[in-house]
């Protein structure tokens, strides 16, 4: 079982939906949780990071927490064609060892 | 605020051969980290420098990877002898300090290294 797991897409929405990421992970201990998005040939940039259960909200992006079913999930509302990207999944227990999922590829279409 | 700083950006180098990755990090971050990339995958920890010393470097390949971070600014991460299986991209990040805040890791764009 990887430690991060997520679908690895592609997901395909059109323009103004909404787009559901979802990531599951192994180790109960973890504490921090981090959704990046990376597009093609550049680096991993930050765009949530929640640390309780629950939904938190910034802009048109939703991350929500569960660290009973040790569920995260991002949600993008008014999803844009400059959305898509691969979107990454991370997790640390406290502040070493960040684990990442293979990251899910999110298309936009116009 | 500048961001991370990595160089080069692009290395090709043969099998066997050595070569050598910097790092700035941002102005203020004492916590500095190193990931291997490779295509189509996530990104997996190296090394973890809190200011000089090492945090976790329980995932780098020691007998042919080694960084450092003097003085507490700039690292640097060699390869010697690079493998074909290390063809990836190297990526740098940092994170200030702090509860909570401290955990959020900003990163560099990255050194690709193909080796042939």
């Known amino acids: 079982q990887k430690e991060v797991e997520q679908n690895s897409g592609p997901l395909s929405v059109p323009e103004g939906a909404i787009a559901s990421l979802n990531c599951t992970y192994s180790d109960r201990g973890s504490q921090s949780f981090f959704w990046y998005r990376q597009y093609s040939g550049k680096s991993p940039e930050l765009i949530m990071s929640?640390?309780?259960?629950g939904d938190k909200e910034d802009g048109r992006f939703t991350a929500q927490l569960n660290k009973a079913s040790q569920y995260v999930s991002l949600l993008i509302r008014d999803s844009q064609p400059s959305d898509s990207a691969t979107y990454l999944c991370a997790v640390t227990r406290d502040n070493n060892d960040m684990r990442f999922g293979a990251g899910t590829r999110l298309t936009v279409k116009p | 605020e500048a961001g991370v700083a990595q160089s080069p950006r692009y290395k090709i180098i043969e099998k066997r051969q050595s070569v050598a990755f910097w790092c700035n990090p941002i102005s203020g971050h004492a916590t500095l980290y190193w990931y291997q990339q490779i295509l189509g995958q996530g990104p997996k920890l190296l090394i973890q420098f809190q200011n000089n010393g090492v945090v976790d470097d329980s995932q780098l390949p020691k007998d042919r990877f080694s960084a450092e971070r003097l003085k507490g600014v700039d690292s640097t991460l060699k390869i010697q002898p690079a493998k074909l299986e290390d063809s990836a991209v190297y990526l740098c990040?940092?994170?200030?300090?702090?509860?909570?805040?401290?955990?959020?890791?900003?990163f560099g764009p990255g050194t690709r290294l193909t080796v042939t």
């Open positions: 990040a940092s994170s200030p300090p702090g509860d909570y805040e401290g955990y959020e890791q900003y």
């Open positions: 929640i640390y309780s259960n």
